[in-house]
T-cell receptor, first 119, second 115 residues
């Protein structure tokens, strides 16, 4: 099983450029999410989705857009990159929303990460 | 408000010695507690969770965690550390009910196991 696949693994952008980080999962998970990981700040939730056609904001959504047209894919778009968006980005999926009362809630499957540098 | 603390940024242990990575939490109601591990340049991997039942939870790679309700702690343990256990460990918590059941993450503890 491929699990959660993220592309690209590395990307360098100039300020103001746009790009999309791709995330795909082959486990038929209903929940998908994007986190950023920064030194000393741990993991912060950017956006999440509880199913196709449904997205919501996490704790640090500004500067990022998402969409969920299929169960498998959950791309993260940076419309106008800023140096503050330099980070490592992780896509994570789960059978169900971590905030639900369902059995596997909170058991997230993470991708390998995408390291983004904005100059 | 919900919170989780990992009081040690770094833990150093010798190979073969027992290890403990600490986690304390604050939630309204009963907690759901999780441990994840992140190896260098990799994504996080789920290790174990506590929902209810036995206070000692066993997980992957020989790790276990002890839930202590009175001390609001969920420390990760392993009886005999391996060099390959060197990684970043994250504790996470959420409440079991109510309007605020989001997953809250600790800042991580870097574990170094020395040969």
């Amino acid at each position: 099983n491929a699990g959660v696949t993220q592309t690209p693994k590395f990307q360098v952008l100039k300020t103001g450029q746009s790009m999309t980080l791709q995330c795909a999962q082959d486990m038929n998970h209903e929940y998908m999410s994007w986190y950023r990981q920064d030194p000393g700040m741990g993991l912060r939730l950017i956006h999440y989705s509880v199913g196709a056609g449904i997205t919501d904001q996490g704790e640090v959504p500004n500067g990022y857009n998402v969409s969920r047209s299929t169960t498998e894919d959950f791309p993260l778009r940076l419309l106008s990159a800023a140096p503050s968006q330099t980070s490592v980005y992780f896509c994570a999926s789960s059978y169900s929303n971590p905030a639900s009362g369902r059995v596997h809630a909170g058991e997230l499957f993470f991708g390998e990460g995408s390291r983004l540098t904005v100059l | 408000a919900q919170s989780v603390a990992q009081p040690e940024d770094q833990v150093n242990v010798a190979e073969g010695n027992p290890l403990t990575v600490k986690c304390t939490y604050s939630v309204s109601g009963n907690p759901y507690l999780f441990w994840y591990v992140q190896y260098p340049n990799r994504g996080l991997q789920f290790l174990l969770k506590y929902i209810t039942g036995d206070n000692l939870v066993k997980g992957s790679y020989g790790f276990e965690a002890e839930f202590n309700k009175s001390q609001t702690s969920f420390h990760l343990k392993k009886p005999s550390a391996l060099v390959s256990d060197s990684a970043l460990y994250f504790c996470a918590v959420r409440a079991d009910a109510g309007n605020n059941r989001k997953l809250i993450w600790g800042l991580g503890t870097s574990l170094a196991v020395n040969p």
